[in-house]
């Protein structure tokens, strides 16, 4: 089983290049997925993951995610998204990592945390645990925020490609690849801060 969630970047970058100028977010707040099979909403806390909650908080404000799509659906495992329908904006953001924040909550159903290949290399790639994934807490992975509505939304993505999708070409081609090969993916409509 993949514990490595995403690779946006390669492992051995380490924290060279780590940013960590995303703008403050507040120390609670709302995201709403519009979805091709519903909504739901995140609540995040910052406490849980500062860094992370802020990253999120700047990608959501930009539109970062709209029409973005649930590119790995493993039921049972997780759900993931976060490579921009345009590869020249996920170009954009390959290399404005953030450091990693301490693991505080637990990878349990509904929690929400940045996908990485290793130390200081989260950036864009988020995902919902669809089970408890406690072991993904002491290889780094820190939970955000946690679905609060909307759970059975997520549930109902397609599975059926499961993680087929090629990731570098998502990155290099966007959704005209993801649309060609694999029509049936969900999407996001449209996210935003409520």
């Known amino acids: ?11 051995a970058l380490g924290l060279a290049g ?20 519903g909504e739901f909403v995140v609540q995040v806390h910052r406490d849980w993951s500062p860094l992370g909650a802020d990253r999120f908080y700047e990608l959501v404000k ?59 290399t989260r950036t864009t790639q988020l995902f919902v645990n669809l089970a408890s994934n406690a072991r993904l ?3 780094g992975f820190s939970p955000f925020g946690e679905v609060i509505e909307g759970m059975e939304a997520v ?7 499961s993680e087929e999708p090629e990731q570098q070409l998502i990155e290099t081609q966007g959704n ?5 090969f694999y029509p049936n993916l969900d999407y996001i409509k449209t996210a935003h801060v409520e």
């Open 137 to 139: 807490d002491a290889i």
């Open 62 to 120: 930009s539109g970062f995610y709209d029409e973005a799509r649930f590119f790995r659906v493993v039921p049972g495992f997780v759900v993931q998204w976060g490579i921009n329908k345009d590869p020249k904006v996920t170009a954009e953001w390959r290399d404005k990592r953030i450091a990693d924040d301490p693991v505080k909550e637990s990878n349990r159903p509904g929690t929400v945390s940045f996908a990485t290949s290793g130390a200081g």
């Open 18 to 37: 780590c940013s960590s100028s995303s703008p403050a977010a507040p120390s609670e707040y709302k995201v709403k997925f519009d979805t091709s099979k």
């Open 1 to 11: 089983m993949k514990y490595m969630i995403a690779v946006l970047c390669g492992a």
């Open 155 to 161: 549930a109902r993505l397609y599975p059926g490609y």
């Open 176 to 180: 005209a690849y993801l649309e060609k």
